[in-house]
């Protein structure tokens, strides 16, 4: 299996995985023509998608769905929650809800509720998990963390940045409540505590605003020391990755 990191961060997020000749994109937050730039640029093809998986209804993550849907002529998977909060925007699609697993070809998927401000899922796919939107560390992501090899987690924003920043103080606490996002810290806790088998962390979801890049090394190095990590780009696709 290969997970090409597309795009990370409210700008868009994006995420590529492809086995056995089979193609997903995990969310679409990009426009058409950038999402197969970018691929193109790792050396995938936009054309060999089979189909998209939406985590949730926020435009970084579906601003791209309906117009690679429709002109690919593809499905969009995705819960009925999640599909009507963003029915309207999408446009015409072929909707295929899911309620539990389900398979796109020989790609597997098992969706895992996080905790954010819609309803919204984290997705396992074989030995990778893609955990991002969520205020806190769900149970459902503790239960399923130990039997994989690489994870995409979000570590959206440094506590002392977000505090001192320039949002206004309900957003602030909208994005540190359980139902906003994750922290450096809380990430980094996370995989100290449950994650510390795996070969590979991505750290994604970064706040223009409220993280660095070097904060999240500082904090994630200091309780992790050797485990091998990627900090995702905001900007720019940030690699493909093999996992076993």
């Not at 700008?11 to 056995?20: A, S």
């Not at 074989?126 to 769900?138: A, K, S, Y």
């Amino acid at each position: 299996m290969e997970l090409s990191v597309i795009a990370s961060g409210s700008n868009g997020n994006c995420y590529l995985v492809q086995q056995n000749g089979d193609s997903i994109l995990i969310d679409a937050g990009l426009g058409l023509h950038e999402t197969a730039r970018r691929l193109a640029v790792l050396g995938k093809n936009i054309h060999d998608i089979n189909g998209i998986v939406l985590s949730h209804a926020h435009e970084d993550h579906y601003l791209g769905v309906g117009p690679i849907a429709r002109s690919l002529h593809i499905p969009v998977y995705t819960s009925n929650e999640v599909y009507y909060g963003c029915k309207d925007r999408l446009g015409r699609v072929d909707f295929r809800p899911f309620d539990g697993p389900f398979c796109i070809n020989t790609i597997k998927i098992t969706p895992i509720e996080t905790s954010h401000d819609v309803p919204a899922f984290g997705f396992v796919v074989g030995r990778l998990g893609i955990f991002t939107d969520t205020g806190r560390v769900t149970d459902g992501m503790k239960d399923v963390i130990g039997d994989l090899d690489v994870v995409v987690l979000e570590s959206n924003y440094d506590e002392e940045m977000l505090m001192k920043g320039p949002y206004p103080v309900p957003l602030k606490q909208r994005i540190a409540s359980d139902y906003g996002h994750l922290s450096n810290d809380d990430a980094s806790d996370f995989i100290s505590r449950f994650g510390s088998h795996l070969s590979l962390v991505l750290l994604a979801h970064l706040s223009e605003k409220n993280n660095t890049i070097g904060r999240v090394k500082e904090t994630f190095e200091n309780l992790n020391g050797d485990l091998c990590y990627v900090v995702c780009s905001r900007y720019r696709e940030t690699g493909t990755y093999q996992i076993d």
